[in-house]
């Protein structure tokens, strides 16, 4: 069993910054695909971004670009998302998840495991 472990959620004010963590096993990290999602209340859970086993590919939806940066710790076998410039809808559960296909933008349709979820509150 695949364990997707985040980490780094909180509240934070409009402007800040904040870095969420997946933690997973070597195994996983090494042999698959790994991102995040997000979902509000009220909304459908959308695509963030992810990154490719091989830590040379990764997509970032339209509406981080520029302001989220996902990236891969291969010592601790960890993939990070460097969050900038939080607005109040960026407010969701972030939750971690892996697969064995990628695509750009990655899709719920090609993921395997998910992590618990983390919550990020940001506000005005």
């Known amino acids: 069993q695949v364990q997707l472990v985040e980490s780094g959620g909180g509240l934070v004010q409009a402007g800040g910054s904040l870095r969420l963590s997946c933690i997973t096993d070597?195994?996983?990290?090494?042999?698959?695909?790994v991102g995040w999602f997000r979902q509000a209340p009220g909304k459908e859970r959308e695509f963030v971004a992810a990154?490719?086993?091989?830590?040379?590919?990764?997509s970032h939806a339209n509406s981080v670009r520029g302001r989220f940066t996902i990236s891969r710790d291969d010592a601790k076998s960890t993939v990070n998302l460097q969050m900038t410039n939080l607005k109040p809808e960026d407010t969701a559960i972030y939750s971690c998840?892996?697969?064995?296909?990628?695509?750009?933008?990655?899709?719920?349709?090609?993921?395997?495991?998910w992590g618990q979820g983390t919550q990020v509150t940001v506000s005005s």
């Open positions: 990154s490719k086993w091989d830590g040379e590919s990764a």
């Open positions: 998840a892996s697969g064995f296909v990628y695509a750009d933008p990655w899709s719920e349709r090609l993921v395997s495991y």
């Open positions: 070597e195994r996983t990290f090494s042999r698959s695909v």
